[in-house]
């Protein structure tokens, strides 16, 4: 199994969860696939009726069905899922580092807990993608995800964010956004070189982040500060 399922599931996590068996059914308003889809691990012996169990979770939420596919997932499950006609979507990199430890590492300012300005900003770069809810927006769905864990919260001013999650020696980097009309200055690099530092003196010594494979300008800037592909994983789709 990859650590890395394990430590996105915890650095991310959904506020509704449903232990089955090895599988855990995510469910977060259908605010992004990692915290709406089943983090399905280990061996089953029954796979099919697992998946329809599965199925129906999610069907009497209506939501759709969505697996999240890791190195770790349960054996056979990708192939049955396409055999089911479920869309690969989203194939996502983990990209690691093996220090924290950072030079001219000053620069954004830390917070606790995400601010309303902290939120908007990310908002306004991640949250057009995100349905809306009925009885809670996709913004305070949002920010229940965020704050289900520690972290520390990375701003410059309104125009660059990120989050960082101290997990053992890991620090997991998240949330990094840029709004449009500041890109190009260098300050989503100076917002991870922040949380870089930030890690190195919480006493993290690896970090890791997690990036859409088409995303080309932040991948680009992930590999310019050290970070290489340490695993991958996709989204299975009903």
């Not at 306004?124 to 349905?131: K, L, N, Q, T």
């Amino acid at each position: 199994m990859s650590e890395f399922d394990l430590l996105v599931d915890q650095a991310w996590p959904a506020p509704h969860r449903v232990a089955a068996v090895d599988w855990v059914y995510r469910h977060a308003g259908g605010v992004t696939k990692r915290a709406n889809s089943v983090l399905a691990l280990g061996d089953r012996t029954d796979l099919g009726k697992a998946i329809d169990e599965a199925e129906a979770f999610y069907a009497d939420l209506g939501r759709p069905c969505v697996f999240s596919i890791g190195a770790g997932a349960t054996p056979g499950l990708d192939a049955e899922l396409d055999s089911r006609g479920y869309r690969l979507v989203d194939p996502t990199l983990v990209m690691a580092r093996p220090s924290v430890s950072v030079e001219g590492a000053a620069g954004p300012a830390f917070a606790s807990e995400p601010s309303p300005e902290w939120l908007d900003t990310w908002w306004r770069v991640d949250g057009g993608r995100h349905p809306e809810g009925q009885d809670i927006s996709a913004k305070a769905w949002a920010a229940r995800i965020l704050t289900g864990v520690p972290a520390v919260y990375a701003s410059l001013g309104a125009a660059a964010v990120g989050r960082g999650v101290l997990q053992g020696e890991w620090l997991g980097v998240y949330c990094m956004a840029v709004v449009p009309e500041a890109r190009r200055r260098g300050l989503g690099a100076s917002v991870l070189r922040g949380l870089l530092g930030w890690g190195a003196e919480a006493g993290a010594s690896r970090a890791y982040l997690v990036v859409t494979e088409a995303n080309q300008g932040a991948r680009a800037l992930y590999e310019r500060a050290g970070f290489t592909v340490a695993a991958r994983y996709h989204y299975r789709v009903r």
